[in-house]
């Protein structure tokens, strides 16, 4: 007996074949706890420009990369079945693909996507995206709801006919799931704690997948890792006595360095370099003199700033008197009218 196939199964198939063939840039969106018109109004706003968001059910979508594959694979085209078995990596949790141009920066497109987040009220056992705190002060609950706020364990106080929290309470901890009476308390308080919105899950690229934080990488992040990395690589050849490119430099500055030592132990030799050294030593306020310039004229600019300060200070000193003088004879003068 043959199976029978649901024809919207095969027209999603059909159209999910369609975007992979025709789009190497790609990312999961995760949709949770967003509601269906939020995704309509990103539709819209992205199909003018050639970006397409499908969304469907996991299972789908496995089964239409896996025969993607195997149909790849016999025609003997394997780096695109490899492709699309990276792919199966991005197919985790209410999920949905949003194709995107080449011509199209996808760090842009995150950004746009993710900018849209609506405020709403905690539900009881959903996972709380961020730490609920509830702050001090008064709550509009009337006395008879202190027992409601005693079996949460929060201190209270009747001030002026209603309930007032002493001090605040953290009511939720992120990553934990929202109880139902947490979740009835912030009805009650009307707190809507929690922003959701569409999340970047992974990015496709030019056959490559990857986690979305890669985006936020900077290049300042790369180089400084860079540089980390090399510092531990000159660390560990010097300590092994193992010349490399990263730790010859260091190990010609020791080397100089010992040269100096010697140099200044012997009395009836020297060089250019060694005599610059000696006269440091001999005068280390000349050494503090030839790093004056090096600050790159901060001290300068320094002593300039103070001195225009101290000839206001004169001048308004000098102002002050003069005005000052007036104003005591105009004293007199009133006085002795």
């Known amino acids: 007996m043959s199976r029978i196939i649901v024809p919207r199964k095969v027209e999603y198939a059909i159209q999910l074949n369609n975007y992979l063939d025709n789009y190497s840039q790609a990312m999961t969106i995760c949709v949770t706890n967003v509601g269906s018109k939020t995704i309509a109004i990103q539709r819209k706003k992205l199909r003018g420009r050639n970006i397409h968001i499908l969304m469907g059910k996991n299972t789908i979508i496995r089964k239409v990369l896996n025969v993607r594959a195997e149909r790849l694979e016999a025609a003997g085209n394997t780096a695109a079945a490899a492709q699309a078995l990276k792919m199966l990596d991005m197919v985790e949790g209410n999920i949905g693909f949003v194709f995107i141009p080449s011509d199209q920066d996808v760090g842009k497109i995150r950004e746009e996507i993710t900018s849209s987040r609506v405020q709403t009220a905690a539900k009881a056992g959903v996972d709380a995206p961020d730490d609920v705190v509830v702050p001090a002060g008064p709550t509009g609950q009337d006395p008879s709801q202190t027992s409601f706020f005693q079996a949460l364990d929060i201190q209270t106080k009747i001030n002026r006919g209603q309930v007032e929290i002493v001090s605040e309470v953290r009511l939720v901890t992120k990553g934990t799931k929202v109880t139902r009476s947490a979740a009835e308390l912030l009805v009650m308080l ?8 569409i999340t970047i899950h992974h990015i496709y690229a030019n056959g490559d997948v990857f986690p979305a ?8 992040d790369i180089a400084s890792a860079f540089n980390n990395a090399v510092r531990e690589v000159a660390a560990l050849c010097l300590a092994l006595n193992y010349p490399t490119a990263a730790s010859l430099p260091h190990s010609i500055m020791d080397a100089y360095k010992n040269m100096l030592a010697i140099g200044l132990s012997c009395k009836d030799y020297s060089w250019e370099n060694l005599t610059k050294v000696k006269a440091i030593l001999a005068d280390p306020s000349a050494f503090a003199a030839a790093a004056a310039p090096a600050a790159g004229g901060a001290a300068p600019a320094a002593a300039a700033a103070e001195a225009e300060e101290e000839e206001e200070e004169e001048s308004s000193a000098a102002a002050g008197g003069m005005f000052g003088g007036s104003g005591s004879e105009s ?3 009133e006085d002795s009218s």
């Open 190 to 197: 009307n707190i809507k704690p929690f922003y959701y919105g």
């Open 213 to 220: 934080d890669v985006l936020d990488i900077s290049s300042s």
């Open 331 to 333: 004293d007199d003068d």
